[in-house]
């Protein structure tokens, strides 16, 4: 786990900031498969052309994150690489 300075810096380099944050979780109102499909592509699509994102899918393993798209990778695509 990087250090405050280090993980602002991380935070602040990161191509999700601003509205395009929303493609990286689920919507509370659930969604239907094609549409999560869709969702997961266009935030990996961002994590395609992010400056961290190394660090970010380093992170969210270290962090075992449950939820969402990190470092251009979803949840079962993180945890075939736990148990990899
Ligand atoms: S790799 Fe993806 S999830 Fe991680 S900071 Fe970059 S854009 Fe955000």
């Given at each position: 786990m990087p250090g405050d300075g280090d993980f602002r810096e991380w935070q602040a380099k990161a191509a999700c900031r601003g509205p395009q944050a929303a493609a990286?979780?689920?919507?509370?109102s659930g969604e239907r498969r094609d549409e999560r499909?869709?969702?997961e592509r266009e935030a990996k699509e961002i994590c395609?052309?992010?400056?961290?994102?190394g660090r970010c899918l380093e992170m969210a393993l270290a962090g075992r994150?449950?939820?969402?798209?990190?470092?251009?990778?979803n949840e079962s695509e993180r945890r075939v690489l736990i148990e990899a």
């Open positions: 990286f979780y689920p919507p509370a499909r869709l969702r395609d052309h992010c400056a961290v994102v994150e449950a939820y969402g798209i990190w470092g251009g990778t």
